[in-house]
């Protein structure tokens, strides 16, 4: 594990931390050790700090549209898919009970890890460790496929409104059936999407949404 973050010429990390960091509940209750919640509590507020600095010192956004954006890039789907972009799953430790690692414990192992480089090395390593993982994926607006309805629902959440999906057509034979969906926010319509299935429609309005979202 200690070799991903040498990449990053993270070289001075607590090996101890580290294992911890790497340890879910479910593993911790089984072998009476620690697991990476006390951690992930600290790697989230890291986190947020250092997208919430980018997104202010370089961009002169109004405070919604710089939420909307923090958001979408430290939203649980993003935060799963650095994880296992750096290669982190293969290192987790999970109990019986649980046949993989899902999205939420990968969200929250990266946090968790970033804390320890918090810990072991200080603000600036772990600035420029998130400049190197998260900011490439900013600058090039990347929207992380996958549920879309999840990310979107964290935008709204962000600014406390409310969120619906209408059905407003379904045509075709049953064997070959076409679903549009429209997706409300506060009465308003953000997104329109098609598809196969009402879901799909449904992840696509969802799409569509948090595409115009990112444009205001």
Request: proline share 1%; net charge negative; with cysteine.
């Amino acid at each position: 594990m200690i070799e991903l973050l040498q990449k990053f010429n993270i070289n001075n990390i607590d090996s101890e931390k580290l294992d911890i960091a790497l340890t879910h509940s479910s593993y911790a209750n089984e072998h009476n050790t620690e697991s990476y919640e006390r951690l992930e509590f600290l790697g989230d507020a890291i986190l947020e700090a250092i997208i919430s600095d980018y997104f202010f010192t370089k961009y002169n956004y109004s405070e919604g549209k710089m939420s909307k954006l923090r958001a979408s890039y430290v939203c649980e789907q993003a935060l799963s898919y650095y994880s296992k972009n750096l290669g982190f799953i293969s290192y987790i430790k999970i109990g019986n009970g649980i046949s993989k690692v899902n999205n939420t414990i990968a969200a929250d192992v990266f946090e968790s890890i970033l804390a320890v480089i918090y810990l072991s090395n200080g603000y600036n390593v772990s600035k420029k460790y998130i400049y190197d993982t998260i900011i490439p994926f900013i600058e090039d607006e990347k929207i992380f496929f996958g549920d879309y309805k999840s990310i979107l629902q964290e935008l709204v959440q962000t600014d406390k409104k409310s969120l619906e999906y209408v059905l407003i057509k379904e045509s075709g034979p049953a064997h070959d059936k076409n679903f549009i969906v429209e997706v409300k926010v506060d009465g308003l319509i953000f997104g329109k999407g098609y598809g196969k299935s009402k879901k799909e429609a449904e992840q696509n309005a969802a799409y569509e949404a948090i595409k115009k979202q990112a444009k205001k």
